[in-house]
């Protein structure tokens, strides 16, 4: 693991850290700071790692990879932007990137924030992130 967090680093520019594996978690929490273009190259190259096994491979997305799901920690507060007024800021990114965008409707047990799942391929994952920059700038 150490050997690609490393190359999705140098490749993005973005800082790029995962959490300790605990015991019985299914998931650990990758935290990705940084430009918004370099976090959402960053994510790209997450999924494309988790779809080929290879940063340095390029395939052609539609044709050699399956969608896959990456979860977003979104402040409660926040969620508001990510949907937009009546759904269509989320709808809006759901066509500008072919990404499909699933909003919890409440926070996650003992916690402020709200999951929000993208699920595509890694272009459209890349896409869709960068379009949420709104968010990622309050």
Known sequence: MGNNIRAIRDTSHAKVNVSEHFPGAQERILTVTGAVDEIAKAFAQVARMLNHGDLRAT???????TPLTIRF???????????????????????????RLVATATPLPHSQDRLLEM????????????????????
Not at 59 to 65: C, F, G, M, Q, R
Not at 94 to 99: G, R, V, Y
């Open 59 to 65: 395939y052609p997305d539609a044709v050699e990879s």
């Open 119 to 138: 699920i595509g391929v890694p272009d459209a994952i890349h896409i869709a992130t960068y379009h949420m920059r709104t968010w990622f700038l309050l």
């Open 73 to 99: 920690l979104i402040p409660h507060s926040r969620m508001g932007s990510v949907i937009g007024k009546g759904g269509q800021r989320i709808k809006e990114i759901q066509e500008e990137s072919n990404a």
